[in-house]
C-alpha cells in the first residue's frame, strides 16, 4: 500500500539524514562553483558552466535552510507527541503537514494545551494563574484551525471540564476567604481563558469546520459532561462535567457559532440530564447533590443562540421515552428559571438567553421555525388566560403578576417572532389555520385558533418595543398587499379584500395592546394620547415608499410629465449599484423625519383614536399605490411644493416633511381613489372587538 | 620537446576533469533518499523535483566544462 495521495509526512530518521545532507551539498557545490570558475577563466575558456553551478548551490543553500527548519519543527512535533508513527508498505511516517505555518500552528496549540493541562493539575485547589497567562499568550491563534485541533485533541474532552472546573474553584476559593479583589481579578483571567476554549471548541465540534475533530470527540464531550465530581481530579467542584462544560459554553463570544451538530449531541443530553434531575427532585427522589445542583441549561443557551439551527436542535427535540418537547420544558415547566424582576436574584441574563433562543430558532420562514412558533403560541395560549381576569369595567387585569414576570422577558423575542410571520398571523385572524404545531392529540389541540394568537399578542404587545415592531411588520406587509392588486381593473371589489384582512388584523394587535395597557394598570395610557402616539411612531412614516416602491413611484408615478430624470435618479441608482440610492437615502429621510418630531400628516395629529390612525394609513396606502402605479389624473400639480420651478417632482426621498404631506394630500384627491370609500375603519372595531372576546371581556 | 603552454592546457583538462569526478555524485544522496520517499506530499514532491533537475544540470554543466577544456586543448597550437 502506497501512503493516501493526500498524505503528507517524514521518515525518521532519514529525513534527518537528508536534511543534513543537502546542507553538505550545498556547501560542496558553492565551493565548486568557486574553483571551476578560477580553472575556466584561467584557461580562457568560457565561465558560464561555473556560474550556472553557483546558480545550483544558491537554489540548495535555500532548500537546505528549509529543510533544516521543517527538519527542527518534526523533531519537536515528534518529542512532544503531537504526531504519532504510521505504518505503511513504504516505511513508518510522522504525518507532518506541507506547510510549515502548519506545523507550527499545531506545536503551538499543544504547547498551549500542556499549559492549560499544568493549570489544573499544579494546584488542587484552582487554575495556577502562570499556566493559565501561557494559555492566553495564544488568543490570537484561536480561530487557526490547525492551533485548535492540536489544542483540543491535546487538552481533550475530560481536560476541557477539568480547566473549567479548575479555574471555578480558584474564584471561589478567594470568595471563600475574603479576597475580593483576587477573586474579580481571578475570575477576569478565568473568563479570558474560558472565552478561548469556547471559540475553539465550537470550532472543532462543527462538521462544516476545517477544524472539525470528528464525532467521536462529540461522545467523549458528552462522557466527560456526564462524568461526576467524585471522578474528577479535583476533589471540590461542581456536580458533573456538564456543570463545568457549560461555563465554556456561556463564555461563547458568538463566532463561530456552536453547531447544531454539538447542539444535537451534546446539547440535548444536557437538557436529558437537567430533565431527569427535575424529575428526581418532583417526585422527591433527588440526592443531595441533585437537589443542590444549579442548572447549567441557560448557560447552554447562551451558546445555543449563535445560530438558527443550533437553537433549533435544542428546542425542536423531544428525548426518547418523553412527551413534551424541549421548548415545551423549557417554555412552561421551567418557566420560573426566565424571572426577570427588580425583586429576583438574576439579572435576567438567564430570560434573556432563552429569548435569544427563541428568535433565532423562530424568526425564520423554514417549516422548524413554523412549527416551533404554533408550538409557542399553543403554550401561551394554554398558560397565559389564567394570569388575567376581567374587571368590572370590563377591561383585563393581571392577577398574577409572578407569572408574568416569570416570562416578561421573553416579550421582545416574542414580538419578532409574531413580526416574523405577520402573514401567518393575518390568515389566522382570517380563520385559516395555517400554523400547527405537531404535538397535540388532535389537529385542533394543535392548530393555532385566534385565541391562542390574541393572547400571544396581549402578552408581547405589553412591551412597548415588541408592540412597535409588530405593527411596523403589519404596516408593512399590509402596503405589499395593496401594491399587489395594482393594476386594477375593477376598483371596487379587488380592494375589498386586502383592506378588511389587513385592517381587521390590525384590530387584534391595537386591541390587545389596549388590554395589554389596561391590565399592566396603565389605564391612562390605555385610554388616551401614549396609544396613539405609539401607533404614530410606527406607522405614521408607513406610506413611505420603501426601497422598492421608491423606484416604482419615480418610475411611474408621472410618467410623461418631464420625470424620466428624477425617475432614473431615483430607480437607477447611483455608482453602479441599483436602488442602493433609495434605500440608504430612504433610511436617512426617515430617520430625519423621526427625529423633526413631526407627524406627516395634520390628520394623523387630529386623530383621536387608532381606528382613524389606521383608516387614514390605508387610504394614504391605496392613494401612494395608485399613483406609484400610474393611476392618476395629472391635475393640480402647479403651484404644488413638492413640484420644483421647472415643474417637475422633487424626488421623494428629498422632500421635506411638509412637502411629502402636500404630496400625500394630492395623491388622495388624484388618484382616482378620492371618491373610494375604505371600510377599514369598521373592520378595525371589529378586529379590536374579536381580541376582546378572546380575552372574555364584552363591549 | 612538449610545448609549455599545451602542458599547461592539459594539465587544466584535468583538473576541471577531476572536478567534475568529485562532484558528478553531489546531489546523488538526497536523490536517493528522495526516490525512496523520504518526504511525501506535494511540497516534498517539489523538493524531489528539483534536487533531480539539479543533479540533471550539474551534470550537464560538469560535462560542459569538461568537453569546453578538451576542445580548446585539442584545437590548440603545438599539435604533436
Not at chain 1, 490570537?140 to 479548575?166: C, Q, T, W, Y
Not at chain 1, 401614549?530 to 406607522?539: G, P, R, W, Y
Request: proline share 4%; with cysteine.
Amino acid at each position: 500500500m502506497s501512503p493516501d495521495p493526500d498524505f503528507t509526512g517524514v521518515k525518521r530518521p532519514e529525513f534527518d539524514t537528508m536534511a543534513t545532507k543537502h546542507a553538505t551539498a550545498a556547501g560542496q557545490l558553492a565551493d565548486l562553483a568557486v574553483r571551476l570558475h578560477g580553472e575556466l577563466s584561467a584557461a580562457g575558456l568560457d565561465v558560464t558552466p561555473a556560474t550556472g553551478i553557483r546558480d545550483l548551490a544558491r537554489q540548495a543553500e535555500t532548500q537546505a535552510a528549509d529543510l533544516k527548519r521543517r527538519q527542527r519543527l518534526v523533531s519537536e512535533l515528534d518529542r512532544l507527541k503531537v504526531v504519532f508513527g504510521t505504518t505503511t508498505a513504504k516505511g513508518t511516517y510522522l504525518p507532518i503537514p506541507d506547510k510549515l505555518e502548519t506545523g507550527q500552528a499545531m506545536l503551538d496549540g499543544a504547547t498551549a494545551a500542556d499549559a492549560a493541562i499544568a493549570a489544573y493539575r499544579n494546584n488542587p485547589a484552582g487554575a495556577d494563574p502562570k499556566q493559565l497567562q501561557i494559555v492566553q499568550a495564544y488568543a490570537a491563534k484561536v480561530h487557526d484551525p490547525a492551533f485548535a485541533r492540536a489544542f483540543m485533541s491535546r487538552l481533550g474532552a475530560k481536560g476541557i471540564v477539568e480547566l473549567a472546573n479548575a479555574v471555578s474553584l480558584r474564584v471561589a476559593s478567594f470568595q471563600r476567604t475574603g479576597d475580593y479583589e483576587e477573586a474579580r481579578q481571578a475570575a477576569n483571567q478565568g473568563q479570558h481563558v474560558l472565552r478561548i476554549t469556547s471559540t475553539m471548541l465550537a470550532a472543532v465540534t462543527d462538521p462544516a469546520s476545517p477544524a472539525y475533530l470528528g464525532a467521536s470527540f462529540l461522545q467523549q464531550l458528552k462522557a466527560a459532561g456526564r462524568t461526576p465530581r467524585s471522578d474528577l481530579s479535583v476533589a471540590q467542584g461542581r456536580p458533573t462535567g456538564y456543570h463545568a462544560l457549560a461555563d465554556v459554553l456561556g463564555a461563547h463570544p458568538g463566532k463561530p457559532p456552536y453547531s447544531a451538530e454539538f447542539m444535537r449531541t451534546v446539547g440535548r443530553d444536557m437538557i436529558a440530564l437537567d430533565r431527569e434531575v427535575w424529575d428526581a427532585r418532583r417526585s422527591g427522589e433527588a440526592t443531595k447533590a441533585m437537589a443542590d445542583m444549579r442548572t447549567f441549561v441557560p448557560d447552554l443557551l447562551r451558546a445555543a443562540a449563535s445560530s438558527p439551527a443550533a437553537a433549533q436542535a435544542i428546542l425542536d427535540h423531544t428525548p426518547e421515552g418523553r412527551k413534551g418537547t424541549n421548548l415545551h420544558y423549557l417554555l412552561h415547566d421551567r418557566v420560573g428559571w426566565w424571572t426577570d424582576n427588580p425583586n429576583s436574584s438574576t439579572d435576567g441574563r438567564d430570560g434573556r438567553a432563552f429569548a435569544a433562543v427563541m428568535k433565532a430558532a423562530m424568526t425564520g420562514s423554514d417549516p422548524v421555525s413554523l412549527r416551533l412558533t404554533a408550538e409557542t403560541f399553543k403554550i401561551l395560549g394554554a398558560d397565559l388566560p389564567a394570569l388575567y381576569a376581567r374587571n368590572a369595567n370590563e377591561k383585563l387585569q393581571l392577577t398574577d403578576q409572578n407569572a408574568f414576570d416569570q416570562r416578561a422577558a421573553l416579550r421582545p423575542a416574542l414580538g419578532s417572532i409574531l413580526a416574523a410571520h405577520i402573514h401567518e398571523v393575518g390568515r389566522i385572524v382570517d380563520g385559516r389555520n395555517v400554523l400547527r404545531s405537531g404535538v397535540g392529540a388532535d389537529l385542533r389541540a394543535q392548530s393555532v385558533n385566534q385565541r391562542d394568537l390574541d393572547y400571544a399578542l396581549l402578552f408581547a404587545t405589553s412591551d412597548d418595543a415588541a408592540f412597535s415592531e409588530i405593527v411596523r411588520a403589519q404596516a408593512e406587509h399590509t402596503r405589499v398587499e395593496i401594491d399587489k392588486i395594482f393594476p386594477l381593473k375593477d376598483k371596487g371589489q379587488t380592494l375589498d379584500d386586502p383592506i378588511s384582512r389587513e385592517s381587521k388584523t390590525f384590530g387584534h394587535i391595537v386591541g390587545a395592546r389596549e388590554q395589554a395597557l389596561y391590565a399592566m394598570g396603565r389605564a391612562n395610557e390605555a385610554a388616551s394620547k401614549e396609544l396613539e402616539s405609539m401607533v404614530k411612531s410606527a406607522i405614521g412614516i408607513v406610506p413611505v415608499p420603501g426601497k422598492e416602491f421608491a423606484g416604482k413611484l419615480a418610475e411611474q408615478a408621472f410618467k410623461g410629465m418631464k420625470l424620466e430624470a428624477f425617475a432614473k435618479e431615483v430607480a437607477g441608482g447611483v455608482g453602479g449599484q441599483p436602488g442602493s440610492y433609495a434605500f440608504d437615502k430612504g433610511a436617512a429621510w426617515i430617520a430625519q423625519l423621526f427625529k423633526s418630531g413631526k407627524t406627516l400628516d395634520e390628520s394623523h395629529a387630529t386623530a383621536t383614536e387608532n381606528r382613524q390612525l389606521i383608516s387614514r394609513l390605508m387610504e394614504q396606502m391605496v392613494a401612494t399605490a395608485a399613483v406609484a402605479h400610474g393611476q392618476h389624473d395629472g391635475e393640480g400639480l402647479a403651484g404644488r411644493s413638492f413640484i420644483d420651478k421647472k415643474g417637475e417632482m422633487k424626488p421623494v426621498l428629498e422632500m421635506t416633511p411638509s412637502e411629502y404631506e402636500d404630496f400625500l394630500n394630492w395623491t388622495t384627491f388624484h388618484s382616482g381613489f378620492s371618491g373610494l370609500k375604505i371600510k377599514g375603519q369598521d373592520l378595525v372595531d371589529s378586529g379590536a372587538a374579536e381580541a376582546r372576546r378572546s380575552f372574555g371581556i364584552t363591549d | 620537446m612538449p610545448d609549455p603552454d599545451r602542458a599547461a592546457a592539459q594539465a587544466a583538462v584535468a583538473r576541471i576533469q577531476r572536478l567534475s569526478d568529485e562532484h558528478w555524485w553531489t546531489l546523488h544522496q538526497v536523490c536517493l533518499l528522495m526516490r525512496s520517499e523520504t518526504w511525501v506530499g506535494p511540497a516534498g514532491r517539489r523538493f524531489g523535483d528539483e534536487v533531480h533537475a539539479a543533479e540533471r544540470r550539474l551534470r550537464d554543466l560538469l560535462a560542459e566544462a569538461v568537453t569546453d577544456a578538451r576542445q580548446k586543448l585539442s584545437t590548440a597550437p603545438g599539435r604533436p
